[in-house]
Structures are given as C-alpha cells and as structure tokens.
C-alpha cells in the first residue's frame, strides 16, 4: 500500500470518528434535554404536592380549631348557673351583708 493511500485511510479514520464524536454530543444534549424537561415536571408536582399538603394542614387545623371550641362550649354548657351568675367579688359582697353570700 502506498504513502497516499494510508494517508487517505488516515484521513477517511479521522472524518469518521469526528463524525462520531459529533453523533454522541448531539444524543448526549439530547438526553439532557430531556432529563431537564423530566426535572421540571417532577418540579411542578413537587410543587402541586406541597401546595396540597399545605392546604390539607390548614384544612385540620381549622377543623382542629372547630372541634377545641366545640369542646370549650361543651364545658360551659356543663356549668350550672350558679357557676356562670356567681359574683366574683365574694368578700366585698358579704361585708355590705348580702343575704346571698
């Protein structure tokens, strides 16, 4: 085989592997692309899930709140009237000799 032809077979070697280096970056910026557009999405539904999470809290804890109260009004609706109409002021009340005292 001559000089020009191994020179030719260099050449042909050479335009063949840049032609393959040029195949894989342009599959590799591909697979990137579509491994950002796979992190966005898991992003946003990220996202979605924490918004959901967060409104499911507020949503117990309102209806946490509810049931407190409810429960508050429960012990007060227990109480007797005396309980509730008692004067607070008991020495002061019997020393003016209050009969109720």
């Known amino acids: 085989m001559g000089l ?15 032609t393959e280096v040029k195949d894989l970056k342009e599959e590799m910026s591909n697979v990137f692309v579509k491994f950002k557009e796979q992190q966005d999405n898991a992003m946003k539904e990220v996202d979605i899930l924490r918004e ?22 429960k012990e007060l609706d227990n109480l007797s009237l005396i309980h509730i109409c008692r004067c607070r002021r008991y020495a002061v009340c019997r020393s003016r000799g209050s009969p109720y005292h």
């Open 4 to 18: 020009q032809a191994q020179v030719d077979l260099l050449a042909a070697d050479k335009e063949a592997a840049l």
């Open 52 to 73: 959901r999470l967060a409104e499911k809290e507020k949503k117990e804890f309102t209806e946490g709140q509810i049931a407190s109260k409810h429960e508050e009004n």
